[in-house]
């Protein structure tokens, strides 16, 4: 049995990332390929009522770091290896990147306590691609507050969101053979057929 592609989608908030989910999905759908579409934080019962906590209640970054990853080990162990496992593709809005790019990136946490957190529950699993769409902070920040109410990560400043871009930008340079950036900026049927192409080659 082959084992399913591990397909990640990750960027600042504001990026566009649920119209483009959207497409994704069509993407597959009309292929007949077999994928599940799951999130983080969430995608089980007990990751689903963790992350009504992580974006509701106000916690120090180490709590909230441990408390992704308490979702992610659960979501890792009862659906993503699972269906991997399986052949079928998992698609996963956010995973791991997220939380160096938040939790270290914007809220200071040691690289090393999120490495290691991360080791514990990942073992050898990596993404087998990870889009990132990326925007300038000052359009993310100017979409955001005209589209809808802000959760607590939404509410954070210029610069948070500024560290936040910047650490995804570091991680896609140190793991160019999985990551693919988006340029959010540009129209949407340039980014369309960008993810095609893109997906097309992850699965071929
Ligand atoms: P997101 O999927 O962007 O939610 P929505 O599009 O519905 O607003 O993710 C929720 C927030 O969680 C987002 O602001 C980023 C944050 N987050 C972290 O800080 N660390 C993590 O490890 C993950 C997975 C998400």
Do not use: C, W
């Not at 994928?35 to 934080?41: D, K, S, V």
């Not at 120090?60 to 308490?70: D, K, N, V």
């Not at 809005?93 to 306590?113: C, I, M, N, W």
């Not at 954070?156 to 160019?176: C, I, P, S, W």
């Amino acid at each position: 049995m082959i084992r399913g592609k591990f397909i990640t989608l990750e960027g600042v908030d504001g990026a566009g990332k649920s119209t483009h989910i959207r497409f994704i999905k069509d993407y597959f759908e009309s292929r007949s390929i077999s994928y599940i579409l799951t999130r983080e934080p969430g995608g089980t019962d007990v990751g689903e009522n963790i992350r009504e906590i992580l974006l509701r209640d106000e916690m120090g970054p180490i709590t909230e770091s441990l408390l992704m990853f308490a979702a992610r080990n659960e979501h890792i162990a009862s659906l993503i290896r699972p269906n991997l496992e399986k052949g079928i593709a998992v698609i996963s809005d956010r995973f791991t990147d997220a939380s160096l790019a938040y939790q270290h990136g914007g809220k200071g946490v040691p690289k090393e306590l999120i490495n290691h957190l991360k080791g514990m529950v990942q073992a050898e699993l990596e993404p087998d691609l990870t889009i990132l769409f990326d925007l300038p902070v000052e359009v993310s920040l100017e979409r955001l507050n005209n589209t809808r109410v802000l959760d607590r990560f939404e509410m954070q400043g210029y610069d948070f969101h500024q560290r936040v871009r910047d650490t995804y930008l570091q991680l896609a340079m140190e793991n160019k053979s999985r990551f693919y950036i988006i340029d959010s900026t540009k129209n949407i049927t340039d980014i369309q057929n960008e993810i095609i192409t893109i997906m097309d080659k992850a699965l071929s």
